[in-house]
C-alpha cells in the first residue's frame, strides 16, 4: 500500500460566513458552540478538503445564530510513491493534524470578521483536536470506513 509522505496546505477558501449583530446575549452560558467538519477527497486523491463550520448560537433557539463561519482549507497530499495515489488510507494522525490547522484557519478567519463587533469576543476557543476528531470524523469513518480512502 502506497504510504503518505507528507501534507502541505495548498491554499484556504472563506466559503461563507454570518455575523448578526441584531441577536445578543447577556451573559456567555446564554452561547452554544457548535462544529461540523467535511473532509473530501480531490483531483484523484492528490488534494483533500477539510472545511471546518463553527456556529455560534443561542442555547435555547439554535435558529439565532450570533455568528457563524465556513473555511475549507485545501491540502496537498504528497506520497512516498508520487506516481500513484491508489490504496492510500489517511491515518488517524494525518487526519488529526489536518483537522488541526483547519480550526486554526476557521478561528482566525471568523476572529477577523468579528473583530470590532459586538461579537469581537466570540472566538473559537484552543480545543484538543484529538478529543474532536473522535467525537466527529472517527465516528464517520466508523460507520463508513472506505471514507478514509484516498483512492480505490
Known amino acids: 500500500m502506497n504510504k ?13 460566513f454570518e455575523l448578526n449583530e441584531s441577536n445578543t446575549f447577556k451573559k456567555p452560558s446564554e452561547i452554544n458552540l457548535t462544529f461540523n ?10 488534494l ?4 471546518v463550520g463553527v456556529i455560534f ?12 463561519s465556513n473555511v475549507k482549507t485545501v491540502y496537498r497530499l504528497i506520497y512516498e510513491d508520487e506516481k500513484s495515489a491508489k490504496n492510500v488510507e489517511l491515518d488517524d494522525q494525518s487526519l ?5 490547522l483547519a480550526v486554526s484557519h ?3 478567519l471568523m476572529s477577523r470578521v468579528a473583530s470590532g463587533t459586538i461579537h469581537q469576543n466570540l ?12 467525537q466527529t470524523l472517527k465516528k464517520e469513518f466508523a460507520k463508513n470506513p472506505s471514507a478514509k480512502k484516498v483512492a480505490e
Request: glycine share 6%; net charge negative; proline share 5%.
Open 57 to 68: 448560537n443561542k442555547v435555547d433557539d439554535p435558529s439565532l445564530v450570533f455568528l457563524s
Open 37 to 46: 467538519i467535511n473532509i473530501e477527497i480531490l483531483e484523484k486523491g492528490n
Open 96 to 100: 488529526i493534524t489536518m483537522l488541526s
Open 106 to 108: 476557521t478561528r482566525a
Open 48 to 51: 483533500a478538503g477539510m472545511t
Open 123 to 134: 472566538i473559537v476557543p484552543i480545543i484538543n483536536p484529538t478529543e474532536l476528531y473522535e
Open 4 to 16: 503518505l509522505k507528507t501534507i502541505q496546505i495548498a491554499r484556504i477558501i472563506e466559503v461563507g
